[in-house]
């Protein structure tokens, strides 16, 4: 047995949609250990076909109805129609449910999110998938579309802020508001980081997160070094 077998296995699923039985591959998580983690939580693996996310999302095979844990476990009888007229009338069976590579894992991203808007899931969880797209992209060194997908987490992740969706899901609202920082700070953003940090930095529940503000009073302190040192440059020059 190989490293590999040892560490993914086959979880049993059954669609929220059509009722098939299957099964999927999935990570154990205390068997793979990320060597580097980013500021936006994107981890990296010396065996990149062990990295969880490449496993996040679930495709039924039959129906094409991709989802992950944080999907409504009922699917309503008119999200069902809509489902069964812009998925599965256009699904060509196609099986992601064996060990994935990263342009396998982007095309079941893909569709998740589709899948997504169709059933019209919480803000955040669009976000979710967004994010963990662009994180895929990243290890391509895709950049442009990495960057296409950071804006669009962005823009769901503070739709879910503004509306309250992330309440009833496991994401607080310190780490909601540190991520919307961190994003923006990527996409050179950087009067609008340094604001979402302040809030994390000064929230009322801040003991509950010590990690996550301390990660963000970290990006603030070194986003204001920077800005200090392009404002001498500026002041140089003139």
Same mark, same amino acid.
């Given at each position: 047995?190989?490293?590999?077998?040892?560490?993914?296995?086959?979880?049993?699923?059954?669609?929220?949609?059509? &009722?098939?039985?299957?099964?999927?591959?999935?990570?154990?998580? /205390? /068997?793979?250990?990320?060597?580097?983690?980013?500021?936006?939580?994107?981890?990296?693996?010396?065996?990149? *076909?062990?990295?969880?996310?490449?496993?996040? !999302?679930? !495709?039924?095979?039959?129906?094409?109805? *991709?989802?992950?844990?944080?999907?409504?476990?009922?699917?309503?009888?008119?999200? =069902?129609?809509?489902?069964?007229?812009?998925?599965?009338?256009?699904?060509?069976?196609?099986?992601?449910? &064996?060990?994935?590579?990263?342009?396998?894992?982007?095309?079941?991203?893909?569709?998740?999110?589709?899948?997504?808007?169709?059933?019209?899931?919480?803000?955040?969880?669009?976000?979710?998938?967004?994010?963990?797209? =662009?994180?895929?992209?990243?290890?391509?060194?895709?950049?442009?579309?990495?960057?296409?997908?950071?804006?669009?987490?962005?823009?769901?992740?503070? =739709? *879910?802020?503004? /509306? &309250?969706?992330?309440?009833?899901?496991?994401?607080?609202?310190?780490?909601?508001?540190?991520?919307? &920082?961190?994003?923006?700070?990527?996409?050179?953003?950087?009067?609008?980081?340094?604001?979402?940090?302040?809030?994390?930095?000064?929230?009322?529940?801040?003991?509950?997160?010590?990690?996550?503000? /301390?990660?963000?009073?970290?990006?603030?302190?070194?986003?204001?070094?920077?800005?200090?040192?392009?404002?001498?440059?500026?002041?140089?020059?003139?």
């Amino acid at each position: 047995m190989n490293r590999l077998e040892t560490i993914l296995y086959d979880k049993k699923f059954s669609c929220a949609h059509c &009722g098939h039985n299957f099964t999927s591959k999935k990570t154990r998580l /205390r /068997r793979s250990h990320p060597y580097k983690r980013d500021p936006d939580f994107c981890e990296y693996y010396e065996e990149q *076909s062990e990295n969880p996310i490449l496993y996040h !999302v679930v !495709v039924c095979p039959r129906c094409g109805y *991709s989802f992950n844990d944080q999907f409504r476990k009922k699917v309503p009888q008119q999200i =069902a129609q809509l489902i069964e007229e812009k998925i599965t009338a256009n699904w060509t069976q196609k099986d992601y449910t &064996g060990i994935r590579t990263i342009p396998e894992a982007i095309v079941t991203y893909k569709l998740a999110i589709f899948t997504a808007n169709v059933c019209k899931e919480p803000h955040c969880v669009i976000a979710g998938l967004c994010l963990r797209l =662009a994180w895929l992209y990243r290890y391509l060194k895709h950049t442009e579309n990495e960057r296409r997908f950071l804006k669009l987490a962005l823009s769901e992740y503070e =739709a *879910s802020y503004e /509306r &309250g969706d992330y309440v009833s899901t496991s994401l607080s609202e310190i780490r909601l508001t540190y991520l919307i &920082g961190e994003l923006h700070r990527q996409l050179d953003n950087y009067a609008k980081a340094l604001y979402y940090f302040s809030k994390v930095v000064e929230h009322p529940l801040r003991a509950n997160e010590p990690q996550t503000v /301390r990660m963000a009073r970290d990006q603030w302190q070194n986003m204001r070094e920077k800005m200090k040192q392009q404002e001498k440059k500026v002041n140089n020059k003139t």
